[in-house]
């Protein structure tokens, strides 16, 4: 095939391929179509109550709706059988955790959104300047994300080396 001649086969198909991509959405052929069910996410996430903010590793967008249903164990001090608890927390309130007007030990959750990095020519380590959303998750919760930006898990406590256990949370949303 000549120059002249592939030239022409591929200017057909840009030509066509421009037509399927300026239709009408509801003009492109069935094969085009992503279903919206293709916009669900369920994942479930280990939290272990000793580990601190959990990266889930998820995107969000300002607007979404999220739901979480968690379950597990855990223990906010090994060895005393009184500091076990669910995703609830205990009915135990201190003004050194995260939430401080919610259970200690409850389920947590944080949208994180980096405006700037940059690192510390003396310790060489990664600085962080974030803006970010923490909320209650409990046991179930449902939350409309404020702004966009990565979701985290954690533990509604501080104190985390004497910590044992896990959450498992499920995490749904379907974007709008």
């Known amino acids: 095939m000549s120059a002249r001649a592939r030239a022409g086969a591929f200017f057909a198909a840009a030509t066509a391929l421009g037509a399927l991509v300026l239709a009408a959405p509801g003009q492109f052929p069935s094969r085009f179509k992503v279903p919206v069910e293709a916009a669900l996410l369920e994942k479930t ?9 959990v990266d889930t590793g998820i995107e969000l967008r300002a607007g979404e709706a999220i739901r979480f249903a968690a379950t597990g164990e855990i223990d906010l001090q090994k060895g005393n059988p009184g500091a076990v608890c669910g995703p609830g927390g205990i009915d135990l ?3 050194d955790q995260p939430i401080p007007n919610s259970n200690l030990g409850a389920l947590i959750g944080k949208v994180v959104q980096l405006v700037a990095a940059r690192v510390d020519e003396g310790s060489r380590l990664e600085i962080r300047d974030e803006v970010f959303y923490l909320f209650l998750i409990g046991e179930e919760a449902s939350v409309a994300v404020p702004f966009k930006g990565r979701l985290y898990l ?3 406590e501080n104190v985390l080396r004497d910590n044992g256990g896990v959450y498992s949370v499920v995490v749904t949303r379907r974007p709008d």
Do not use: F, K, L
């Not at 996430?45 to 903010?53: R, Y």
């Open 93 to 95: 309130v201190t003004s």
């Open 154 to 156: 954690g533990v509604n």
């Open 45 to 53: 996430i280990a939290v272990p109550a000793e580990s601190g903010w």
